[in-house]
């Protein structure tokens, strides 16, 4: 995922450098009228842009700002219909613009590598900026460091997109869903359509405009990821096996069980599929009567700012340990082997999208650690019913600490570069 690096900054530095003659020539300024539109019809959401324009002049003028369309409507377990929203994890460094033709003997240093983890969700035309890990809003300004969307100058930002997720929100109002772990759009279907998990492990499919969500498997309800890998929709359940979804509606086995913890996560990683075992204080809690997502969400309302840490307290499993298997190689044998250390790489369990990021290239990031949140239910994290901060567990010595402890680790999403 690295390697889905964008452009505009690269552009920007190519137009300054045809400006004052150091380049080959090329005027970027003047691109044939067609190519504008063919880049302008891959350009989806509101920061690309807002980027694509902000090159020059004649860039601006080529496409209209950005226009929000109707955002497509999908049922839900627990109403009518939603909308969806596309939450986006970006790792952003400071665009320092630097000299297209640098001296080699120059003694001055160049500027930190490392970068920052930003998380912004699209919704129409609004823009929010969240959390990385708990999804937490982040909307207020301290010590002089922009955390609104709106203090922050995207354009002046070298972005790279590490994981994408999505959410539910109502149609009216646009509170977050709850009872819904996960969202993914499924790829190469007829129409806009997504699988969700919800209700802590049914499955459930639907196509933009469905009245009713369609239940798979409706026999079974121990899933507990979804992924697309290699452009295929995935999913886990709670025994370790992964299964295809194809366009039937079908579920292929992909793999043989794995692991005995009572969560398992799916993470995409220098093109290999992992799984994150883990494994928790308690079994997950399945109510035979109403959910309890729901029993907390109808006291929420009743008290809305007074309980919510005791909500999130009496709700959630603590995590206390975790295992990592890679899924071998296909051609040899679907077969798992555990992993015991990361290397440098350091893995997010996001509580709407996993992924991972080299720690040599993230600020205060630590490798062969695996950085998570408890919850697991993104309507809960979109209403601040959670923790504010997330947890780091180490490969190394198997321990468990608040990110909000240590100092280092904060230096991950702040300061946000202003």
């Keep these: 995922m690295l390697c889905k690096t964008t452009h505009q900054s690269q552009q920007k530095k190519k137009h300054k450098a045809a400006m004052d003659g150091s380049s080959s020539g090329v005027d970027w300024t003047n691109l044939p009228p067609q190519l504008y539109q063919l880049i302008a019809q891959n350009l989806k959401t509101h920061i690309e842009v807002r980027r694509f324009r902000s090159v020059c002049s004649s860039w601006r003028s080529s496409i209209p700002p950005f226009c929000a369309s109707i955002s497509p409507n999908f049922p839900f377990p627990h109403g009518p219909t939603g909308f969806l929203s596309q939450i986006t994890v970006y790792l952003t460094r400071p665009d320092t613009d630097p000299d297209p033709n640098p001296n080699p003997s120059s003694s001055s240093s160049s500027p930190s590598s490392k970068g920052w983890l930003l998380k912004l969700e699209e919704c129409a035309d609004k823009i929010r900026l969240l959390n990385p890990i708990t999804n937490w809003r982040v909307s207020s300004v301290n010590d002089d460091v922009a955390r609104n969307p709106t203090d922050l100058n995207l354009v002046d930002l070298n972005m790279v997109e590490l994981g994408k997720a999505y959410a539910l929100r109502y149609t009216k109002g646009s509170g977050s869903i709850f009872g819904i772990n ?69 579920l292929v086995p992909f793999s043989p069980p794995i692991g005995f913890g009572c969560r398992k996560n799916l993470i995409e990683c220098c093109g290999e599929l992992y799984v994150v075992d883990r494994y928790l204080d308690q079994q997950d809690k399945k109510s035979k009567g109403p959910p309890l997502h729901n029993a907390s969400f109808n006291f929420f309302l009743r008290h809305p700012l007074r309980r919510r840490r005791r909500i999130y307290e009496a709700d959630h499993p603590k995590a206390i340990d975790f295992k990592v298997y890679k899924l071998g190689d296909e051609e040899l044998g679907v077969r798992w082997v555990e992993v015991k250390s990361l290397g440098d790489q350091a893995f997010f369990l996001n509580v709407d999208c996993c992924f991972s990021v080299l720690a040599a290239e993230l600020e205060g990031c630590k490798g062969n650690c695996i950085y998570f949140t408890d919850s697991n239910d993104i309507g809960f994290a979109l209403k601040e019913l959670i923790r504010s901060d997330g947890s780091v567990f180490s490969l190394e010595d198997h321990s468990i600490n608040w990110l909000s402890s240590s100092p280092v680790y904060s230096q991950m999403f702040w300061p946000l570069p202003a």
């Excluded at 499919?205 to 469905?210: D, K, L, P, R």
Aim: proline share 3%.
């Design 182 to 250: 996960k969202v993914i759009v499924a790829p190469n279907f007829i129409d806009c359509s997504i699988f969700m998990i919800y209700n802590e492990g049914k499955l459930g499919f639907a196509q933009i405009g469905n009245e009713k969500l369609t239940l798979i498997n409706d026999q079974i309800s121990d899933y507990d990821d979804l992924i697309v890998y290699k452009g295929q929709p995935c999913v886990i359940n709670k025994w370790g096996q992964i299964f295809r979804i194809n366009s039937s509606l079908e």
